[in-house]
């Protein structure tokens, strides 16, 4: 969902984080005695463990009223809900270990794991999600808690660990992966992701746009994944970095008021820009909106918000929701898909806020009926029908609503989205009446009739949404809404709202929302308000329609920065050495550097001497796309330490952030493919990765050869015997190492992870060979000149890997 995570941590401290989180399902005793002031918990409590509560009267009263299970299976629900949440993961399909990976799992984990006690009364300890394309996705019928506890898992809980930090597995809430299924996404696509982090479902998205695209071949799509918070920017990188790819952009920009980035017509000349645009607007194929919510669908993963679930939090968000849900329709392509998605049960950040948005958009946007895809998921259609619950008091409609809580309960909360407007002097003349409740616990105003008491429901098709509850499928649970844009939004003319904190008012609103997401307060409690939908100006374009840029105040810097993850220097605002105070672009400041303080520019790469040089040096076929395609993280071209690699899809997009003066908040984008290195880097990695001596090869033959390579760098290709003797033939299967050739040995210049996982790998695959014709795998080195840089070939074998 849009709204759980934590920011970036170091390794520690994310292990640290990880206990705590995983041990959230019991609390020690000495808590209920550390705020004793007598001071009377002792040693002994401070060892021993209960389990957290999860009991909340308010939680089981107002999920009982809105119906959202029927009353014979509620303590079906209530009863899984309080267990933990199974563990579940996905395969990476791009991944060249895909098969491997699917089938280690086949033939080796569901029948070593067969014998383990589990929960919920399945049969199988692990099993395919049967709704999930491919058998990529998988359930474990362990909580996380067991894996991590339990000596019996300890290798299926390694094996997790190892190909989930290299990316060959994502492990992620199995009903947080059903919202991509549902944008039905391309490889030509440019997906939006709104709200990002922790990254989980960009990550499934770039696995997408990659699964059918030609090995070798970069897609023509790109997704561009966004969240407001610093840290939770600097997790979702962390995430996506395990892709290793050149089509994502990583930005930091408020949701609801995303960029359009409408290039003006009469602006700078493409000769002033970085690079020449190819587009004209930022518009998405298709966009992922999963906002910020309360979050009581995590209940099994995160039970500590028993203590904390109150009715108000989703009271407080349904503005937020709207806002953000309407500015991605806004940046949607006619024709485009969104999906709406949040962990929440609750109807007023649900159907209500769907209901909203298409009472918003006219006939422009359609909810889809997509009943019929993913067929095996179990799910269950949306509600047409809710109440509002503010405090301790029911609401049947707006109409119910004091003059106070209209202040905050909005006519966009109910079903019918109708407002009430009292009649003049109405609401001061019984401002001071006491309040009458209704024997159905309705609050009544004087207004009120008997016809008024029968509950709204909505005249939408929001049977057409989608729930997942926990008892169906031993899952979490999720909303869902899928969108389809058929014309250009009308035109939304708002009046203005004050700004108001939520969280002076409720604080617990703020404690959930601290552990979630950091959003901007004011955005949180509009005013009420009324709509009018007028016809579009023709001069008017889409993006700008419902919510407008920000203007030059608005997008200064933000006290926040984002700290690149490989280039930490402090860089200043230039182009090419020069200073540019920015040119005007309509009624913008052009700023083409240093328009985001603390946040390193983004430049496009274009010395030719040093990119000529990497050509020759790496041997580089001319028809490899690099001119354009480079960019640094460093104005001082002099001092450029690394330089990224980005496709086609987003070097247009970056062209056109440059044209509109950076108006996106860019945080990392590109892969990282050059970098310089220097004499202490040399020895760092002569300290980090483990050397093998030339005579201590297994075959002193290829010991012999790569002793005579010249010193630098060199790649080892896993080959097998059969076709040594031919020419070097790359595919998705070649598994090859760099490694540096000094005086008496080799070095491995591969992180011992990687290292780690490559040797399960060659082990799977040697094991799987069992039984078959045995090869004779002999090491053979065939030097090959680039310019001073050797290559090393190896036939398959595992003894080198293994020394190194």
Same mark, same amino acid.
């Given at each position: 969902?849009?709204?759980?995570?934590?920011?970036?941590?170091?390794?520690?401290?994310?292990?640290?984080?990880?206990?705590?989180?995983?041990?959230?399902?019991?609390?020690?005793?000495?808590?209920?005695?550390?705020?004793?002031?007598?001071?009377?918990?002792?040693?002994?409590?401070?060892?021993?463990?209960?389990?957290?509560?999860?009991?909340?009267?308010?939680?089981?009263?107002?999920?009982?009223?809105?119906?959202?299970?029927?009353?014979?299976?509620?303590?079906?629900?209530?009863?899984?809900?309080?267990?933990?949440?199974?563990?579940?993961?996905?395969?990476?399909?791009?991944?060249?270990?895909?098969?491997?990976?699917?089938?280690?799992?086949?033939?080796?984990?569901?029948?070593?794991?067969?014998?383990?006690?589990?929960?919920?009364?399945?049969?199988?300890?692990?099993?395919?999600?049967?709704?999930?394309?491919?058998?990529?996705?998988? $359930?474990?019928?362990?909580?996380?808690?067991?894996?991590?506890?339990?000596?019996?898992?300890?290798?299926?809980?390694?094996?997790?660990?190892?190909?989930?930090?290299?990316?060959?597995?994502?492990?992620?809430?199995?009903?947080?992966?059903?919202?991509?299924?549902?944008?039905?996404?391309?490889?030509?696509?440019?997906?939006?992701?709104?709200?990002?982090?922790?990254?989980?479902?960009?990550?499934?998205?770039?696995?997408?746009?990659?699964?059918?695209?030609?090995?070798?071949?970069?897609?023509?799509?790109?997704?561009?994944?966004?969240?407001?918070?610093?840290?939770?920017?600097?997790?979702?990188?962390?995430?996506?970095?395990?892709?290793?790819?050149?089509?994502?952009?990583?930005?930091?920009?408020?949701?609801?008021?995303?960029?359009?980035?409408?290039?003006?017509?009469?602006?700078?000349?493409?000769?002033?820009?970085?690079?020449?645009?190819?587009?004209?607007?930022?518009?998405?194929?298709?966009?992922?909106?999963?906002?910020?919510?309360?979050?009581?669908?995590?209940?099994?993963?995160?039970?500590?918000?028993?203590?904390?679930?109150?009715?108000?939090?989703?009271?407080?968000?349904?503005?937020?929701?709207?806002?953000?849900?309407?500015?991605?329709?806004?940046?949607?392509?006619?024709?485009?898909?969104?999906?709406?998605?949040?962990?929440?049960?609750?109807?007023?950040?649900?159907?209500?806020?769907?209901?909203?948005?298409?009472?918003?958009?006219?006939?422009?946007?359609?909810?889809?009926?997509?009943?019929?895809?993913?067929?095996?998921?179990?799910?269950?259609?949306?509600?047409?029908?809710?109440?509002?619950?503010?405090?301790?008091?029911?609401?049947?409609?707006?109409?119910?609503?004091?003059?106070?809580?209209?202040?905050?309960?909005?006519?966009?909360?109910?079903?019918?989205?109708?407002?009430?407007?009292?009649?003049?002097?109405?609401?001061?003349? $019984?401002?001071?009446?006491?309040?009458?409740?209704?024997?159905?616990?309705?609050?009544?105003?004087?207004?009120?009739?008997?016809?008024?008491?029968?509950?709204?429901?909505?005249?939408?098709?929001?049977?057409?949404?989608?729930?997942?509850?926990? $008892?169906?499928?031993?899952?979490?649970?999720?909303?869902?809404?899928?969108?389809?844009?058929?014309?250009?939004?009308?035109?939304?003319?708002?009046?203005?709202?004050?700004?108001?904190?939520?969280?002076?008012?409720?604080?617990?609103?703020?404690?959930?929302?601290?552990?979630?997401?950091?959003?901007?307060?004011?955005?949180?409690?509009?005013?009420?308000?009324?709509?009018?939908?007028?016809?579009?100006?023709?001069?008017?374009?889409?993006?700008?329609?419902?919510?407008?840029?920000?203007?030059?105040?608005?997008?200064?810097?933000?006290?926040?920065?984002?700290?690149?993850?490989?280039?930490?220097?402090?860089?200043?605002?230039?182009?090419?050495?020069?200073?540019?105070?920015?040119?005007?672009?309509?009624?913008?400041?052009?700023?083409?550097?240093?328009?985001?303080?603390?946040?390193?520019?983004?430049?496009?790469?274009?010395?030719?001497?040093?990119?000529?040089?990497?050509?020759?040096?790496?041997?580089?076929?001319?028809?490899?796309?690099?001119?354009?395609?480079?960019?640094?993280?460093?104005?001082?071209?002099?001092?450029?330490?690394?330089?990224?690699?980005?496709?086609?899809?987003?070097?247009?997009?970056?062209?056109?952030?440059?044209?509109?003066?950076?108006?996106?908040?860019?945080?990392?984008?590109?892969?990282?493919?050059?970098?310089?290195?220097?004499?202490?880097?040399?020895?760092?990695?002569?300290?980090?990765?483990?050397?093998?001596?030339?005579?201590?090869?297994?075959?002193?033959?290829?010991?012999?050869?790569?002793?005579?390579?010249?010193?630098?760098?060199?790649?080892?290709?896993?080959?097998?015997?059969?076709?040594?003797? +031919?020419?070097?033939?790359?595919?998705?299967?070649?598994?090859?190492? +760099?490694?540096?050739?000094?005086?008496?040995?080799?070095?491995?210049?591969?992180?011992?992870?990687?290292?780690?996982?490559?040797?399960?790998?060659?082990?799977?695959?040697?094991?799987?060979?069992? +039984?078959?014709?045995?090869?004779?795998?002999?090491?053979?080195?065939?030097?090959?000149?680039?310019?001073?840089?050797?290559?090393?070939?190896?036939?398959?074998?595992?003894?080198?890997?293994?020394?190194?």
């Amino acid at each position: 969902m849009g709204g759980r995570g934590r920011g970036s941590r170091s390794r520690t401290q994310r292990k640290h984080f990880r206990d705590g989180r995983e041990n959230v399902w019991k609390r020690s005793k000495s808590d209920s005695t550390s705020s004793d002031p007598n001071g009377n918990g002792n040693s002994e409590n401070k060892t021993h463990w209960k389990p957290f509560s999860t009991q909340n009267s308010a939680f089981d009263e107002y999920y009982k009223e809105q119906g959202i299970v029927t009353a014979e299976e509620w303590d079906t629900f209530i009863e899984v809900l309080r267990t933990p949440l199974p563990a579940a993961f996905r395969i990476n399909p791009s991944s060249q270990f895909c098969e491997d990976i699917k089938s280690q799992l086949e033939n080796d984990f569901m029948n070593s794991l067969k014998a383990e006690t589990t929960d919920g009364g399945e049969v199988e300890a692990i099993r395919p999600l049967p709704w999930y394309p491919d058998n990529l996705a998988w $359930h474990s019928n362990f909580s996380r808690m067991q894996l991590r506890k339990n000596q019996t898992l300890e290798r299926f809980h390694e094996f997790l660990k190892l190909e989930n930090e290299i990316g060959n597995i994502t492990r992620q809430e199995a009903v947080s992966m059903v919202p991509p299924l549902f944008l039905d996404v391309c490889p030509d696509h440019f997906v939006l992701d709104m709200c990002a982090a922790p990254g989980s479902k960009t990550f499934q998205l770039l696995e997408i746009i990659y699964q059918s695209t030609k090995p070798g071949s970069l897609p023509d799509g790109m997704v561009m994944a966004n969240d407001l918070d610093v840290q939770r920017c600097n997790l979702l990188i962390h995430q996506t970095k395990r892709m290793c790819t050149a089509n994502l952009i990583v930005t930091n920009n408020e949701a609801q008021h995303f960029p359009g980035c409408r290039a003006d017509k009469n602006g700078s000349k493409a000769s002033e820009m970085e690079i020449e645009p190819q587009i004209s607007q930022l518009l998405f194929d298709r966009v992922l909106c999963d906002v910020p919510c309360s979050g009581d669908g995590t209940l099994r993963k995160a039970p500590d918000m028993w203590r904390k679930w109150n009715p108000g939090m989703a009271n407080g968000l349904h503005s937020l929701q709207i806002q953000i849900a309407m500015r991605g329709l806004s940046l949607l392509k006619v024709g485009g898909r969104m999906v709406y998605s949040t962990c929440s049960m609750n109807p007023v950040e649900d159907e209500a806020v769907v209901a909203e948005i298409l009472r918003k958009c006219g006939g422009s946007v359609e909810l889809v009926d997509v009943s019929s895809e993913l067929p095996q998921l179990v799910r269950r259609p949306g509600v047409r029908k809710w109440k509002v619950r503010d405090k301790d008091l029911w609401l049947a409609s707006h109409r119910d609503a004091s003059k106070f809580q209209r202040s905050h309960i909005l006519q966009s909360m109910f079903p019918s989205g109708k407002s009430y407007v009292a009649p003049a002097n109405k609401d001061l003349e $019984h401002e001071n009446d006491e309040i009458v409740i209704s024997e159905d616990g309705i609050q009544l105003t004087e207004d009120t009739s008997t016809e008024d008491l029968i509950e709204e429901v909505s005249d939408l098709p929001l049977e057409r949404c989608m729930r997942i509850v926990p $008892h169906d499928q031993n899952s979490g649970a999720f909303f869902i809404a899928v969108l389809q844009k058929l014309s250009p939004l009308p035109a939304i003319q708002e009046k203005p709202s004050k700004k108001r904190s939520l969280f002076k008012k409720n604080p617990e609103l703020q404690e959930k929302l601290s552990d979630q997401v950091t959003r901007d307060n004011s955005g949180l409690e509009p005013d009420s308000r009324d709509v009018a939908v007028e016809k579009i100006p023709e001069a008017a374009t889409e993006a700008d329609l419902i919510v407008d840029e920000p203007d030059e105040a608005d997008m200064e810097p933000d006290p926040s920065s984002i700290s690149n993850q490989d280039d930490a220097e402090e860089t200043k605002a230039v182009v090419n050495g020069e200073t540019d105070s920015g040119k005007a672009v309509g009624k913008r400041k052009l700023q083409l550097q240093g328009k985001w303080k603390g946040v390193d520019p983004v430049l496009f790469f274009k010395d030719e001497s040093i990119i000529n040089s990497i050509k020759i040096f790496y041997g580089i076929d001319e028809s490899f796309p690099l001119d354009g395609h480079l960019i640094s993280r460093n104005s001082d071209k002099n001092h450029v330490k690394r330089i990224y690699y980005v496709s086609k899809s987003v070097k247009d997009v970056l062209g056109l952030n440059f044209r509109v003066g950076q108006q996106l908040k860019i945080a990392s984008v590109g892969l990282k493919m050059f970098e310089r290195q220097t004499s202490r880097e040399d020895f760092k990695h002569l300290l980090q990765y483990k050397t093998i001596k030339f005579a201590d090869f297994v075959d002193a033959e290829f010991g012999e050869r790569a002793s005579k390579l010249m010193m630098g760098c060199c790649v080892i290709v896993m080959r097998d015997s059969k076709t040594m003797s +031919g020419p070097i033939k790359v595919d998705e299967s070649t598994i090859a190492i +760099g490694c540096w050739k000094g005086r008496s040995n080799l070095s491995v210049m591969v992180t011992a992870i990687d290292c780690q996982e490559m040797l399960e790998r060659l082990s799977f695959r040697m094991e799987a060979e069992k +039984g078959s014709s045995a090869q004779e795998n002999k090491l053979n080195v065939d030097e090959l000149k680039l310019n001073g840089v050797s290559k090393v070939e190896e036939s398959e074998t595992i003894q080198l890997v293994a020394d190194a």
